[in-house]
């Protein structure tokens, strides 16, 4: 049996967040790591601790999560992904640049998401 799939979550609107808990505490071979509201918290917290996946909005209550995928921009084998309702071209591609591996519409993607953190917790690691 392989570990499980360490997560890390940086969301600041509560109800989000608590949703987005909810659907990863349902998946098999995942494990909520932690949680940050702003991109201080986030990088202080991932400079301390080990994940396998990180799930970030762009809009923080301080920072933004653009400046936080720069910030992690060498590491590597860190699983970037992007879940926002600001998904423009622009965006999309900024975040590509500073290492986003996925991008996600928070109002379309949900199932998506879902999908690709099943696919990512079933393969050993």
Not at 33 to 44: F, K, N, P
Not at 76 to 93: D, E, F, G, Q, T
Request: charged share 20%; aromatic share 6%.
């Amino acid at each position: 049996m392989s570990a499980p799939l360490r997560v890390f979550l940086v969301e600041d609107f509560p109800p989000v967040r608590e949703l987005i808990i909810e659907n990863l505490h349902e998946i098999a071979g995942l494990e909520l790591a932690g949680v940050a509201e702003d991109e201080q918290g986030a990088l202080s917290w991932l400079n301390s601790h080990a994940c396998d996946v990180l799930i970030l909005d762009l809009e923080l209550r301080q920072g933004n999560g653009l400046g936080l995928l720069k910030s992690l921009q060498s590491a590597s084998k860190l699983v970037k992904i992007v879940y926002s309702n600001h998904v423009s071209a622009n965006i999309r591609s900024l975040a590509q640049h500073f290492g986003a591996s996925y991008f996600f519409d928070k109002t379309l993607d949900t199932p998506k998401l879902r999908r690709l953190l099943e696919r990512l917790s079933a393969q050993p690691n």
